[in-house]
């Protein structure tokens, strides 16, 4: 289980490689923390979240535009999902976060090589992030 950074120009992508589906969303949201943590405070947050796609690869970056969103306009940068559950193109999640100053240099999470895929090993996945 794991992620891994690869840099291209102007973007930097994502690939995780994950035992289960649920691995993946959790894996993208510690990649992400690592990416834009810069100066954590000690107050604690949590916050829900509620998301719904036509499938599970678009479902993966609307989860991370939420997370991405959160660290923007409040200045919260996620540590761990304390609850994460995935049903039929929905995931809900409690969102453990702290207050902090986060890096803003994300734009947005593309659809430029989204993708989740299920192997005998587990799940790969790919995250475009235009930065």
Do not use: N
């Amino acid at each position: 289980m794991g992620y891994r950074w690869v840099d291209h120009t102007a973007e930097l992508e994502l690939r995780l490689d994950c035992p289960t589906e649920a691995a993946v969303f959790e894996e993208a949201l510690s990649a992400l923390a690592e990416l834009v943590s810069q100066g954590a405070g000690s107050d604690r947050v949590r916050f829900d979240v509620a998301i719904r796609a036509p499938d599970q690869a678009a479902l993966l970056a609307r989860w991370l535009d939420e997370l991405l969103f959160h660290a923007e306009t409040e200045d919260l940068i996620p540590e761990h999902a304390e609850r994460l559950q995935l049903r039929d193109g929905e995931l809900q999640a409690t969102v453990c976060a702290v207050r902090g100053s986060p890096r803003h240099l994300v734009k947005g999470v593309t659809y430029h090589r989204l993708s989740i895929e299920q192997d005998s090993e587990g799940y790969a996945a790919t995250v475009v992030l235009d930065v």
